[in-house]
């Protein structure tokens, strides 16, 4: 499908739009149609289909593929989204830097698929701990190392505390 065609869209309701996924094998058109909120948009603009094709690879990356490619293509009433689901990927290791108990917050194992998921819920319960100890600024961004050869990924999440922050008594 040409680009110019995602701009100009459906104006009839996307409820009524037939959604086809091609090339998934891993997860299932039922729970892929379940992820995309399509069918909450009256109509299809290329701001939806675009939401919808990050929130289908998210559900991939939570699955361990981070190399699929989601394409959506729209032929009226029809919306297409083509998948190519890649390889999974293992965790290889996962490592958070500062406390060594910190770790065992992020319920994803070294040898498990990788989990963005749960890495994300690990990493939001280690902020929420250190926020509630006075770090407002904490911050926590993985850093990611992929080996596409072996089918692994090497994640390194340094934990920067900055300044306790302190409300001043006037």
Same mark, same amino acid.
């Given at each position: 499908? =040409?680009? &110019? ?15 086809? !996924? ?18 909450? =948009? ?14 289908? @690879? ?6 361990? !593929? ?5 394409? %959506? ?7 297409? !989204? ?6 999974? !990927?293992?965790?290889?290791?996962? =490592? ?16 498990? &698929? ?25 911050? %926590? ?6 080996? =596409?050869? @072996? ?20």
């Amino acid at each position: 499908m =040409e680009l &110019w065609k995602c701009a100009v869209l459906l104006i009839a309701g996307c409820a009524d739009s037939q959604v086809e !996924f091609e090339g998934n094998r891993a997860i299932s058109s039922s729970e892929l149609r379940a992820v995309t909120r399509i069918d909450d =948009e009256p109509t299809a603009e290329a701001d939806v289909l675009e939401r919808d094709v990050l929130l289908l @690879h998210a559900a991939y990356y939570d699955r361990g !593929f981070l190399d699929v490619n989601v394409v %959506a293509s729209y032929d009226t009433p029809e919306i297409l !989204f083509q998948v190519r689901e890649g390889r999974r !990927f293992e965790l290889l290791s996962l =490592e958070v830097t500062g406390d060594s108990d910190l770790r065992s917050m992020i319920a994803v194992r070294d040898g498990d &698929w990788f989990d963005r998921a749960a890495i994300v819920d690990g990493l939001e319960r280690i902020l929420t701990l250190y926020r509630n100890a006075g770090y407002a600024h904490v911050e %926590a961004y993985p850093e990611v190392t992929v080996d =596409e050869q @072996h089918a692994t990924a090497r994640v390194r999440v340094p934990i920067r505390l900055g300044p306790i922050a302190r409300i001043d008594e006037q």
